[in-house]
């Protein structure tokens, strides 16, 4: 039986009661949660998983970000959207990310995830693979 918007919902109700009853839950890893909601998104509405919000992801230690990928982040209130030009000593304690050369616009990774960087809410773009 389909829902007032097409949604097929005796299929959601009984997925529901497979794949995300507390019993079921409690027993699950967040990957295979993870995948179980991601399953639901996708054949519920595909076109969701395009949208912004789930196409970035928060940085969470040194060697994430690669020369060439699009990051998000915030300065004084504005938010800003660029690529990574260069990524200098990758993966150690001394990692900086530099987004424009010729103003000599960086972070040090390492004060971005502590939060004493004036660089906050560092996002860098999920990387798909080519289908």
Same mark, same amino acid.
């Given at each position: ?5 097409? #949604?097929?919902? +005796?299929? &959601?109700?009984?997925?529901?009661? /497979? ?29 969701? #998983?395009?949208? +912004?919000? &789930?196409?970035?992801?928060?940085? /969470? ?71």
């Amino acid at each position: 039986m389909d829902n007032q918007f097409g #949604l097929d919902a +005796d299929y &959601f109700i009984k997925l529901c009661k /497979r794949e995300f009853s507390p019993s079921v839950i409690l027993n699950q890893r967040p990957e295979d949660l993870a995948r179980a909601f991601a399953r639901a998104a996708r054949t519920a509405c595909a076109g969701v #998983l395009r949208e +912004d919000e &789930f196409n970035w992801e928060h940085l /969470r230690s040194t060697g994430q970000i690669t020369a060439g990928e699009k990051i998000r982040f915030t300065v004084s209130g504005e938010t800003t959207t660029t690529r990574v030009k260069e990524v200098l000593n990758p993966g150690t304690d001394t990692e900086e990310v530099i987004y424009n050369q010729k103003k000599n616009y960086f972070f040090i990774t390492k004060m971005a995830l502590d939060g004493s960087s004036t660089h906050k809410s560092v996002q860098v773009r999920i990387r798909r693979l080519s289908q």
